[in-house]
């Protein structure tokens, strides 16, 4: 697919989306933690509530939780996986999903060609005397590659969403 193309443009959209929403589905899977729940009621009584993050000015401060920690998606995908003690069905596979999380955050884009599909590369930082790097990562941006990303990201985000702590929020939601 051509780097400016529609459907380039919509396949890289839905595949970031779904990165946001899975991010957000383990921070909301560790917030609902047990423990998690037992230390920011230990935390409280210290430190008074505050308002929703939603609701929040920028500048100003609210309490340090798993939604708004400074952890990565990596760091999330251990924390989850750390917790689940069903088959190993349920934990998400972290290295793929790094590096291409990775890849699209940091990596470069181009193409041969106005018509030609682009291509995603990152390269390591320098290496060795610092004057060479590593390619890290070298895609073509097909159809068909995005639509296997975005399978990948989906099928984490399943895992996460039928966990017994995500389905007894949302049955609170309804």
């Known amino acids: ?9 919509e396949k890289l959209g839905l595949l970031m989306s779904l990165f946001h929403s ?3 589905l ?28 939603y609701y929040s000015k920028v500048g100003e401060d609210v309490n340090l939780t798993e939604m708004t920690n400074y952890d990565t998606i990596g760091k999330l995908i251990e924390k989850y996986n750390r917790n689940q003690s069903t088959p190993k069905e349920a934990k998400i596979e972290k290295a793929r999903l790094v590096a291409l999380r990775d890849a699209l955050a940091h990596g470069r884009v181009s193409s041969l060609s106005a018509e030609g599909d682009a291509h995603l590369i990152k390269f390591s930082k320098p290496i060795k005397d610092k004057t060479t790097v590593k390619i890290t990562f070298n ?11 975005i399978q990948k990201v989906q099928t984490a985000i399943n895992k996460v969403y039928a966990t017994p702590i995500l389905q007894e929020r949302y049955e609170v939601i309804k």
Not at 1 to 9: E, F, I, T
Not at 26 to 53: C, F, M, Q, S, W
Not at 139 to 149: A, I, K, V
């Open 22 to 24: 899975l991010e957000f």
């Open 1 to 9: 697919m051509a780097h400016g193309d529609n459907k380039y443009l």
């Open 139 to 149: 895609e073509t941006l097909s159809e068909s590659w995005f639509d296997e990303q």
């Open 26 to 53: 383990l921070r909301v899977y560790l917030y609902y933690l047990p423990e998690a729940i037992a230390g920011r009621n230990e935390k409280r009584k210290a430190i008074p509530g505050k308002t929703h993050i």
